[in-house]
C-alpha cells in the first residue's frame, strides 16, 4: 500500500501540471482540468494498490483524467470537436513523440497564462502554485494567511478574470515574448522567496526551483532564465545549514560550509555561463561568490561590490541600494558603506525597514561602536514580524553589549 501511495505522489508532481495543462488547452475549462487531474490521483490511489503500479504511471493518470474528461462532456452535450480533440490525446504507452513535446509546450502556455499582467501579482504566485505546481489551495491559504476558504474564492476569481478578459492561452513570440517574460520570472522569483525566508514554506522554494528548471528547458537562449535558475540553486544549496539544532537563524559565517550542496553550487556556477549580465544574472554572481568562498573571510566583497554597481544601473531601488551599500562597505572599509546606506534612505523609502537599521547596526559595529551597533540591532528585532529573525538580531546585540 506505501509503495503505491508513494508511486502516485511521485507521478503526480510531474504528471498534474502536464494533464492539467493539456485539458485546458483542449477543453478551454480550467476547473474541469483540475477535477479531472484530482480524480485521476484519486483512482490511481484506490486501483494501484490492488493492480500494481502500470508501467507508465504519468500515461495511465493521463488517460483516465482523458476518460473521464470525455465522459463529462459527453454528458454536457459538448461541441464534437472538443470530444474529437480529446480522442486524439496520445495514449499512455507510446515512444516520445512531437505530441509529448506538445504536451510540455502546454505546461509553458500555462505558466504564461497563470502570470499574464492582467492579473495581480498575488493572483498571479496563487495560480501558478495551484494550477502549475498542484498546491493544494490549503498551503497556498496558509502562505498568504488566508482561510483556505478565502483563497478558493481568489483563485476563482483569477480564472474567471482569465475566461472574460479572453486572455489567451498561449506563448506570446518576438517582442511580446521579451515583454512579458520578466513578469513570469518575478512570479517565479516571489515563489522561491516566499519558500526561502526564515519562516517560509521550503517547499515553495523547491517548486520555484522545479518550474524554473521547466523553464530553462525550454527556453534555453533566454538568458535571465538561467539567471534566475542559478541564482535560486546558489541560494537554496545554503539550506541545510541556515539554523541550528535550535532551530536558530545563522549567519553565512557561522553556517558549516562543508555541508552546502556543492552539486547545486557547480550547477549554479555552470549555468553564469549563459546568463549574461541581468538582473537575475547580476545577483547570481553575488551569489557565487559568497557561495565559493572557503570561508567567510575569503569572501570577495570587492567582487560583489562590482556586481552591486552594475545592479544598481539596472533596477536603482532602495533595497538594491541598501545591498550595494553593505557590500561596499564590506568590501572598501565602514565608512564608505555608512555613506552609501545615507544615499539609500535619501527620501525616506527605508524608513523603518528592519533590514536597513540592522546594516547601519553592523557597519557601525565595524567602525568601532559596539553599543550604538548593539542598540540599533534592537531596534530591527523590533519591527520583524519573523521569530527566527527577531531572535537572531537580539543575539547579534548581546554579543556586542558584553
Known amino acids: ?10 507521478a503526480g508532481v510531474e504528471a498534474y501540471p502536464r494533464i492539467v495543462a493539456t485539458l485546458i488547452r483542449v477543453t478551454g475549462d480550467w476547473t474541469l482540468a483540475e477535477d479531472c487531474a484530482q480524480e485521476a490521483l484519486a483512482a490511481a490511489l484506490e486501483r494501484w494498490p490492488r493492480d500494481g503500479v ?3 504511471p504519468g500515461g495511465w ?14 454528458r454536457a452535450s459538448v461541441e464534437r470537436r472538443k ?8 495514449d499512455p504507452e507510446p515512444a516520445p513523440t512531437e505530441a509529448e513535446e506538445d504536451v510540455v509546450d502546454d505546461r509553458l502556455r500555462l505558466i504564461f497564462t497563470c502570470c499574464h499582467p492582467a492579473l495581480a501579482l498575488e493572483a498571479r504566485v496563487a495560480l501558478t502554485l495551484r494550477t502549475v505546481a498542484g498546491v493544494p489551495t490549503a498551503d497556498i491559504a496558509r502562505a498568504f494567511l488566508v482561510t483556505e476558504s478565502t483563497m478558493t474564492r481568489r483563485l476563482t476569481r483569477a480564472k474567471t478574470r482569465i475566461a472574460t478578459a479572453g486572455i ?11 515583454e512579458r517574460l520578466p513578469g513570469v520570472l518575478a512570479v517565479l522569483y516571489l515563489l522561491f522567496t516566499r519558500g526561502y525566508d526564515a519562516d517560509g514554506e521550503p517547499a515553495f522554494a523547491s517548486e520555484a526551483i522545479r518550474l524554473a528548471r521547466l523553464l530553462d528547458r525550454l527556453m534555453p537562449a533566454q538568458p535571465e532564465v538561467a539567471g534566475l535558475l542559478a541564482l535560486f540553486l546558489l541560494h537554496d544549496s545554503r539550506r541545510a545549514t541556515r539554523r541550528d539544532a535550535d ?5 553565512l559565517a557561522e553556517q558549516d560550509r562543508s555541508r552546502w550542496d556543492h552539486a547545486a553550487i557547480a550547477e549554479g556556477r555552470s549555468l553564469l555561463a549563459r546568463a549574461g549580465h ?8 553575488i551569489a557565487a561568490c559568497h557561495a565559493t568562498a572557503p570561508t567567510a573571510g575569503a569572501t570577495d566583497w570587492a567582487a560583489i561590490a562590482h556586481w552591486y554597481d552594475e545592479l544598481v544601473h539596472l533596477r536603482p531601488t532602495p533595497v538594491i541600494r541598501l545591498n550595494r551599500a553593505v557590500a561596499h562597505g564590506f568590501a572598501y572599509g565602514p565608512t564608505a558603506g555608512l555613506a552609501l546606506l545615507a544615499e539609500a534612505r535619501a527620501g525616506g523609502a527605508l524608513d523603518g ?5 540592522a546594516a547601519e547596526a553592523e557597519l557601525t559595529a565595524r567602525r568601532g561602536d559596539p553599543a550604538g551597533a548593539a542598540a540599533l540591532f534592537r531596534a530591527a528585532a523590533d519591527g520583524v514580524r519573523s521569530e527566527p529573525e527577531r531572535r537572531a538580531l537580539l543575539r547579534r546585540a548581546a554579543e556586542l553589549a558584553r
Open 1 to 10: 500500500m506505501t509503495d503505491a501511495a508513494d508511486a502516485v505522489a511521485g
Open 54 to 56: 502500470p508501467a507508465n
Open 61 to 74: 493518470l493521463m488517460t483516465t483524467a482523458r476518460n473521464r474528461a470525455l465522459d463529462v462532456l459527453r
Open 83 to 90: 470530444l474529437r480533440d480529446l480522442a486524439l490525446l496520445a
Open 168 to 178: 489567451p492561452y498561449r506563448v506570446p513570440a518576438g517582442p511580446a515574448l521579451v
Open 247 to 251: 532551530g536558530n537563524l545563522l549567519t
Open 278 to 285: 541581468g538582473p537575475y544574472a547580476l545577483q547570481a554572481r
Open 353 to 357: 525597514y528592519p533590514p536597513a537599521l
